[in-house]
């Protein structure tokens, strides 16, 4: 059984004769006129429930990057810096590899037992895992066990995140009209710019209130410990929602898969490397900006980390806004097109934007370097996970789309901070993460340029 929202159930009493007590019978396979249908107000729940989900989730995850000069001296004491910092945002990927696990485990639950109830447990397990950071003793108090702990807790964050954004945007499309399918999904990724953004703004905040002795001592807790009031809101809203039409009829209709994850290895193979293939081509720059040029310009370049933290906020926030945009004009002109576009477009910029980064000495400068990263990074997400939901059929979607999503993710993104800080300790030059940048962006652009050129909205491809 599934519950009808008010627009669903107009066109069945237009119908019928109110004075019976006749019930309503739910949809079968004699009456596919009385299935839910996708339309522009499903896709918006969609968006809004899915997208503030995202904004935890990447809140969250920010949080570790952009206090990592606090958490390292504390979880991982060593008498050089440099190490310490290399070590925390090791742990960063680390704590990855559960991803790929994730995704198979929450990917098969979502396609078993619905997007709806899969997004419940993965917003309540964030919440909770983020509190324990902000509630957990250094290695001062507890010795080894406080790293092994931070470790094991982002190791369980991994496990629900590896879910949250790919099931979020399964929903969407699937909650969404055809023609408008990338335009609401591109909410999600939207999402996660604000979770930065959210991040960005508390912790320069409280580096304004707070002394920088008090945020090494007890202030960086703060911002782990409010992920949780933010988790239960969004279960909150979440519980309302119905399952998406999509997988409603499929249920409705017993084609659901029994074993997701053995049909998507199986079947569709292809499906799955483009995934893994595109989304290194994200993750490799999208988390250089996300997470380390705000490590780099603290560190390397000794900017102030009041300020660096403010232009990472605006930087983030032009993309959180500009993504939507971006979603419309895939819709008009393909979402293929611009991904293409978008990747290309680091291959040709990023050693000329980390030559600027590495020698501008106006913060000016580096703020307006930074909202050109993150914009090919915001039009190159817009585009892309609509059409990972494209690439599988719906039975199989969730478990499609988070395994190639979360192995990408694992190689390129959780280990991309921690690659970068070496690469810069392995050749001495501060150029040096732009390499990685212009590596993983090749691998996409391949990926990119494998996909069906008559990839739609409407149809999905093996």
Same mark, same amino acid.
């Given at each position: 059984m599934y519950r009808r929202t008010r627009s669903q159930l107009t066109p069945l009493l237009e119908g019928m004769d109110m004075s019976t007590t006749e019930p309503v019978e739910p949809p079968t396979l004699d009456d596919p006129q009385r299935m839910p249908a996708a339309t522009s107000t499903t896709g918006r729940r969609a968006a809004l429930t899915g997208g503030l989900g995202t904004v935890i989730e990447y809140y969250e995850f920010s949080l570790y990057g952009l206090l990592a000069v606090f958490l390292a001296p504390l979880f991982f004491p060593s008498d050089d810096p440099a190490v310490s910092t290399v070590a925390a945002l090791g742990a960063l990927g680390v704590s990855n590899l559960a991803r790929p696990l994730?995704?198979?485990?929450?990917?098969?639950?979502?396609?078993?037992?619905?997007? %709806?109830?899969?997004?419940?447990?993965?917003?309540?397990?964030?919440?909770?895992?983020?509190?324990?950071?902000?509630?957990?003793?250094? #290695?001062?108090?507890?010795?080894?066990?406080?790293?092994?702990?931070?470790?094991?807790?982002?190791?369980?964050?991994?496990?629900?995140?590896?879910?949250?954004?790919?099931?979020? &945007?399964?929903?969407?499309?699937?909650?969404?009209?055809?023609? *408008?399918?990338?335009?609401?999904?591109?909410?999600?990724?939207?999402?996660?710019?604000?979770? #930065?953004?959210?991040?960005?703004?508390? &912790?320069?905040?409280?580096?304004?209130?707070?002394? &920088?002795?008090?945020?090494?001592?007890?202030?960086? %807790?703060?911002?782990?410990?409010?992920?949780? =009031?933010?988790?239960?809101?969004?279960?909150?809203?979440?519980?309302?929602?119905?399952?998406? =039409?999509?997988?409603?009829?499929?249920?409705?209709?017993?084609?659901?898969?029994?074993?997701?994850?053995?049909?998507?290895?199986?079947?569709?193979?292809?499906?799955?490397?483009?995934?893994?293939?595109?989304?290194?081509?994200?993750?490799?720059?999208?988390?250089?900006?996300?997470?380390?040029?705000?490590?780099?310009?603290? *560190?390397?370049?000794?900017?102030?980390? *009041?300020?660096?933290?403010?232009?990472?906020?605006?930087?983030?926030?032009?993309?959180?806004?500009?993504?939507?945009?971006y979603g419309i004009l895939a819709d008009k002109i393909g979402g293929r097109k611009l991904l293409i576009a978008s990747t290309a477009a680091y291959i040709v910029l990023a050693y000329p934007l980390m030559l600027g980064f590495a020698r501008a000495d106006s913060i000016a400068i580096v703020a307006v370097l930074y909202c050109v990263f993150m914009q090919i990074s915001g039009a190159q997400t817009a585009p892309a996970w609509a059409i990972f939901a494209h690439l599988f059929p719906t039975k199989v979607r969730t478990s499609g789309m988070a395994l190639g999503y979360n192995v990408g993710v694992t190689v390129a993104g959780g280990f991309g901070p921690f690659i970068a800080a070496q690469l810069i300790v392995w050749t001495g030059s501060q150029l040096a993460p732009a390499y990685w940048v212009i590596a993983g962006s090749i691998v996409g652009l391949v990926a990119v340029l494998s996909l069906p050129h008559s990839l739609s909205s409407e149809k999905t491809t093996a």
């Open positions: 994730g995704g198979v485990l929450i990917g098969r639950f979502a396609d078993r037992h619905g997007r %709806r109830t899969m997004l419940l447990l993965t917003i309540l397990v964030m919440g909770l895992a983020s509190a324990a950071i902000g509630m957990l003793p250094g #290695y001062a108090t507890i010795g080894i066990a406080a790293p092994i702990l931070l470790v094991l807790i982002r190791f369980i964050q991994g496990l629900s995140a590896a879910g949250e954004a790919m099931g979020a &945007t399964a929903y969407a499309v699937e909650s969404s009209p055809s023609a *408008n399918r990338t335009f609401f999904s591109s909410f999600i990724g939207s999402g996660g710019s604000w979770g #930065y953004v959210l991040s960005a703004v508390v &912790t320069g905040t409280l580096s304004l209130v707070v002394s &920088t002795d008090d945020m090494a001592s007890w202030g960086w %807790r703060i911002p782990f410990l409010l992920c949780l =009031p933010l988790a239960l809101v969004c279960l909150w809203l979440r519980r309302s929602m119905d399952d998406s =039409p999509e997988f409603v009829r499929e249920k409705t209709q017993d084609q659901l898969s029994s074993r997701p994850f053995r049909d998507v290895v199986l079947n569709y193979p292809k499906s799955v490397l483009r995934v893994i293939g595109i989304q290194i081509g994200l993750s490799a720059p999208g988390y250089i900006g996300l997470i380390y040029l705000t490590v780099f310009l603290i *560190n390397e370049r000794e900017f102030p980390r *009041n300020q660096v933290y403010w232009i990472t906020a605006i930087a983030i926030a032009l993309q959180g806004l500009t993504i939507p945009l």
